[in-house]
């Protein structure tokens, strides 16, 4: 993806947003058990993650990668003991003692890249010889083709308070009538403040089950957590009275063998 690509236009209000998911993001800082030397965090942003990760384990140094020139200046300035960088290539760690964290980017590569970057994406993550990958994104499973529930339909088709956001999306995507569609709707409603981007964008461009098979041979799952992020659920239970129990996230810890 290009620098800039489908560039955010509140920037301030998309970063206050995953500030409020951070601790849910460091998911994995308890799972891994093998020594590593490194933290490598892609698609890094302001560098929020990695500040409150070296806050509590600053005994590892840390790295992050982002496409931004804008995000790392903000990034550098965020976090001045860590390193960051645009080029992958240049990225200075010995990766066979690191672990390469990818949160909330998987759903943005596959929004906004073509097959090729895709492929390079997938390279740089399982053959660059990473010791753990961890990863967590927006996810549901191929099951979720399914027609969507009718009572739940009723519920978003008659809420007025968000029928410019229900407009919107079924002009990009077209009417709501699996239960893919209408989680895909759900997880961004709310999200005002880049709608024009957010409306766009294609949070569920990978299945889970899809992302399983990508896994090489080399590794090997060690955790696994297909969820529904709370926040998520309460949202749409307040704004709808919706019950989601679908799962709408997946958190994978991978161990290199």
Same mark, same amino acid.
Request: proline fraction near 3%.
């Given at each position: 993806?290009?620098?800039?690509?489908?560039?955010?236009? $509140? *920037? !301030?209000?998309?970063?206050?947003?995953?500030? %409020?998911?951070?601790?849910? @993001?460091?998911? =994995?800082?308890?799972?891994?058990?093998?020594?590593?030397?490194?933290?490598?965090?892609?698609?890094?942003?302001?560098?929020?993650?990695?500040?409150?990760?070296?806050?509590?384990?600053?005994?590892?140094?840390?790295?992050?990668? $982002? *496409? !931004?020139?804008?995000?790392?200046?903000?990034? %550098?300035?965020?976090?001045? @003991?860590?390193? =960051?960088?645009?080029?992958?290539?240049?990225?200075?760690?010995?990766?066979?003692?690191?672990?390469?964290?990818?949160?909330?980017?998987?759903?943005?590569?596959?929004?906004?890249?073509?097959?090729?970057?895709?492929?390079?994406?997938?390279?740089?993550?399982?053959?660059?010889?990473?010791?753990?990958?961890?990863?967590?994104?927006?996810?549901?499973?191929?099951?979720?083709?399914?027609?969507?529930?009718?009572?739940?339909?009723?519920?978003?088709?008659?809420?007025?308070?968000?029928?410019?956001?229900?407009?919107?999306?079924?002009?990009?995507?077209?009417?709501?009538?699996?239960?893919?569609?209408?989680?895909?709707?759900?997880?961004?409603?709310?999200?005002?403040?880049?709608?024009?981007?957010?409306?766009?964008?294609?949070?569920?461009?990978?299945?889970?089950?899809?992302?399983?098979?990508?896994?090489?041979?080399?590794?090997?799952?060690?955790?696994?957590?297909?969820?529904?992020?709370?926040?998520?659920?309460?949202?749409?239970?307040?704004?709808?009275?919706?019950?989601?129990?679908?799962?709408?996230?997946?958190?994978?810890?991978?161990?290199?063998?």
């Amino acid at each position: 993806m290009e620098p800039g690509k489908d560039r955010i236009s $509140d *920037l !301030s209000g998309y970063l206050y947003r995953m500030q %409020k998911t951070m601790i849910d @993001k460091m998911f =994995f800082i308890d799972k891994i058990f093998e020594p590593i030397e490194c933290i490598v965090d892609f698609g890094c942003a302001n560098g929020e993650l990695i500040k409150m990760l070296q806050y509590f384990f600053d005994e590892y140094r840390y790295i992050g990668y $982002d *496409l !931004s020139d804008k995000m790392i200046a903000e990034a %550098k300035k965020n976090v001045p @003991k860590a390193r =960051f960088y645009t080029d992958w290539d240049s990225i200075d760690a010995d990766f066979e003692h690191s672990l390469l964290n990818i949160s909330s980017v998987i759903h943005e590569v596959y929004s906004y890249c073509p097959d090729e970057e895709i492929e390079l994406f997938w390279h740089r993550v399982f053959d660059s010889g990473f010791r753990y990958i961890t990863i967590r994104d927006m996810m549901v499973s191929e099951d979720t083709e399914r027609p969507a529930s009718e009572h739940d339909l009723r519920c978003v088709c008659s809420h007025n308070g968000f029928s410019t956001q229900l407009s919107d999306y079924e002009g990009v995507w077209g009417n709501i009538r699996t239960e893919k569609q209408l989680i895909h709707y759900l997880l961004k409603y709310s999200y005002t403040q880049n709608w024009e981007r957010e409306v766009r964008e294609n949070y569920l461009g990978l299945s889970a089950e899809r992302l399983l098979k990508r896994i090489p041979d080399n590794y090997h799952i060690t955790y696994k957590e297909h969820y529904t992020l709370p926040y998520i659920a309460w949202q749409v239970k307040r704004d709808f009275g919706i019950e989601l129990k679908t799962p709408t996230h997946i958190k994978l810890v991978l161990e290199r063998i």
